[in-house]
């Protein structure tokens, strides 16, 4: 009779831990179904298109979560993308090199994240404001070298830069963006892969647990020894390879970039897929596996009120709500575990 009374509690309690563990899967699931219903079903082509759309939020997306770990924000996402794909398609060509164009977009954006990383790690700006500044910054950096490169360099566009479609390699480059392999985006099968990258990252590491402890206890972790300056700068250049990577893939899949739209509001989508992927804002609690889920999820919302053929200028405010409600969770689900575990430790008296 005890043995059974203690041993369904203790199942219970195993169930919800993992249902609380993986959460975010269920989100996805949930929105899913309600994506099925509002568009009179789901085929196979169009849960590939959602992989597909979500590529290039999902990466930045990956470079926001270890940085949202750390306990910090980055806002400059958008404006980097911008920066860094208008710059990679000026690469492109000048050189007609597919390989040069990526390692260009890779350390370009680590350089980028590197500034925002060594004002706040080393310098110990507050990063709200170090990233805000730099979101301005690479934008308008962007819009004026668009205007003031010689035509042939951004591909002779008007005030957006495109890539030369004289230059041999421009077909394989944009049908590496658009391509499928079995009917699975190829661009899908980066994001996914970046993913499992730094799932492993995160769990598996050494580099990983100092991530956690930066963001659990600062101090803590620098009296056990853990450079936080230096993981904080660590962490933003990374981020911002990332982001340099999602510039490719953009690159790869449009042929062009827009300085003046290219990543508008992105910093809001990589920050909701990181939340709805169950990583918390203060930093230190969160599953890297959960950003892949948030931002298919945030995809899926988008489809499901485009399905519902609601007002496109109403479509931000419905994400800002959800996001809202989202990070409204993630407050109060401590504060009520919190609240019952008082409650029942005097009822226990």
Known sequence: MNENSTTKPAGLASALGIVKRYSFVLVFLAILVVYAIANGGLTLNAAMNVLRHSAVIG???IGMGIVCLTGEIDLSVGSMLALVAGFSVVVFNMTGSIPLT???ALVFGALCGLVNGFLVGVVQMPAFIVTLAT???YRSVAQYACQHLPGELIGNGSSVYRMSNEI???DALYTFGNARV????IVGIVMVLMVVVFVYLCSSTKFGKKIYAVGSNAKAAHLAGISVPLMKTLVFTIAGALVGLSAFVWVAMNASADPATTGTSYEMYAIASVVLGGISMSGGRGRMIGVLFGAMSYDVIDK???ALKMDALIQDTIKGIILIIVIMIQVAGPQLKEFFGRHKGSGAK
């Open 304 to 306: 499901i009120i485009i």
């Open 59 to 61: 990466t930045i997306a």
């Open 135 to 137: 979101m301005l910054i």
């Open 102 to 104: 990526l390692l260009f």
């Open 168 to 170: 041999a390699s421009y």
């Open 182 to 185: 079995a009917g699975v985006p």
